[in-house]
């Protein structure tokens, strides 16, 4: 039909190929406990799931070549009272890692050296948090360690704030307070800089040396969440949200 034109897809003829079943993780008891996180954290070492269990809240630490099915009981990283809602690895350091809970606290745990899923004990042993943070009043959603200073943590709650702490000491000496529930936030390549997104349909972009944004201004204008994420060493952050019509959008 004339004037009708097809809008062709640039990943039409793109094709993933799944691995095979021995190359995969199977058996996986994922939490349904989830803030908009990210469900699984990975380093060069180990991979973090987010667990489902009983008896308060737990995520899995499974090493890499460790592929296959997993039994049916594995060593769990157990300690929060709530449901952990995200988890992330310190990039200085592969067997410490963080997790933020339903809780409203903040653990850090050690993989113990040479952990392995399968154990001789008859009963797997469960790994306890080598520290306690606290200092959010309501749930901690998400975690995120600064990519180029060893040792400091963000923290976002629904408590509308983002502690930074220094694990070392267990003190969080800033807290970058929001006009409602933070969505998500992004380190800087060089950790100077911390952005987020709000429920507050704003973007705001911290100097990580104050408690006032540096940089502030319009996020998107939809009911659901927003993203951010930090475009590497540009100077430069991305979006992702909705419009108040529900249409996508991705923002540079």
């Known amino acids: 039909m004339a004037g009708r034109f097809v809008r062709a897809s640039k990943y039409r003829h793109v094709f993933g190929k799944s691995s095979k079943k021995e190359a995969c993780y199977d058996n996986l008891h ?18 973090s799931v987010n667990w489902e269990a009983s008896g308060g809240g737990a995520f899995a630490v499974i090493p890499l070549n460790e592929k296959g099915r997993l039994p049916e009981q ?23 890692i963080a997790s933020g809970s339903d809780d409203g606290k903040v653990f850090i745990w050690e993989v113990p050296q040479g952990f392995s899923l399968y154990q001789d004990s008859e009963e797997p042993v469960d790994v306890a948090p080598v520290s306690k943070l606290a200092g959010h009043s309501r749930k901690v959603g998400q975690v995120l360690f600064n990519p180029a200073a060893n040792n400091i943590l963000a ?38 800089l911390l952005a987020t997104t709000s429920r507050d349909k704003k973007l705001r972009i911290w100097d990580t040396r104050q408690e006032r944004p540096a940089h502030e201004g319009p996020g998107h204008t939809g009911a659901k969440n927003s993203r951010v994420v930090w475009m590497g060493e540009h100077n430069r952050v991305a979006t992702t949200g909705f419009s108040k019509m529900s249409d996508r959008q991705l923002t540079l």
């Open 155 to 192: 923290s976002a709650s629904g408590d509308y704030t983002v502690k930074l702490w220094d694990i070392g000491t267990g003190k969080a000496p800033l807290t970058l307070k929001h006009g409602d529930i933070v969505q998500s936030l992004s380190w800087s390549a060089n950790g100077a």
């Open 30 to 47: 994922i939490s349904r406990n989830a803030w908009d996180t990210n469900l699984i954290k990975a380093n060069p070492e180990y991979l």
């Open 74 to 96: 594995i060593p769990l990283f157990r300690g929060h009272t709530g449901p952990d809602l995200d988890t992330d690895w310190n990039p200085f350091n592969d067997r410490i």
